[in-house]
């Protein structure tokens, strides 16, 4: 993931989104888990919130892992999640080699097994024992961005709250791409509704 140097309070205007974020992690933390989508222009600081929420809360004992959709990568079937997920390399953990022969076609390639299905119920299972092992925040940054098996996968993890970004003492630059893109992810990758836009708290 990238760097999280961001000074505890350093973002300007963002008190009461970053405690929301700090009072969820802290709930992972105790075993109280929950999925949480944050969408706003681009630039106006929603990775900069998860990276100030996440720099806050490094000493409450969660797991990070990062990952970020990439309009470049697209063609690559999950490869947020795989990145996020550390899970390119061979490992000592049964799930993570398990996942990584997949990748390499080196299991089930000639059995017409669909791949990227197999991936994804893999990497549904890795998650739930690294949560099982230890509480995680997995972050998958730039969803807009994501391939759609990505997103897919991601609705299936959680039904997520909302927490929209809105410009306050920042003005956002750009156009609505997030916003498009977010539409893209509602849960179960279906577009988004109104209804949807629930309380972050909920
Ligand atoms: N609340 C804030 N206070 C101070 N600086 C901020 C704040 N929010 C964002 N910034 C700065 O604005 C820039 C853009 O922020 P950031 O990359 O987090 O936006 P974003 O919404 O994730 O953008 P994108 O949609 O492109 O992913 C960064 O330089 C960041 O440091
Ligand atoms: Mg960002």
Known sequence: MPNVTLAAGALIGRDSEKATLVRLITEVAAGRGSSLLIEGEPG?????????????????????????????????????????????????????????????????????????????????????????????????DDLQWADQASVTLWGRLARPARLRLRAGARRAAGGGTARRGFRRAGPGGRPASRRDRADPGR
């Open 44 to 140: 106006i600081g929603k990775s900069s919130l998860v990276r100030g929420a996440l720099a806050e809360t490094a000493g409450v004992g969660c797991q990070v892992f990062w990952g970020a959709g990439d309009e470049l990568g697209q063609a690559l079937p999950l490869l947020p999640l795989l990145e996020g997920l550390r899970v390119r390399e061979p490992s000592a953990n049964p799930r993570r080699n398990t996942i990584v022969r997949l990748l390499r076609g080196e299991v089930a390639a000639d059995r017409g097994v669909d791949v990227a299905a197999a991936l994804a119920e893999q990497l549904l299972a890795l998650i739930a024992e690294q949560c099982a092992a230890r509480p995680m925040i997995l972050v998958i």
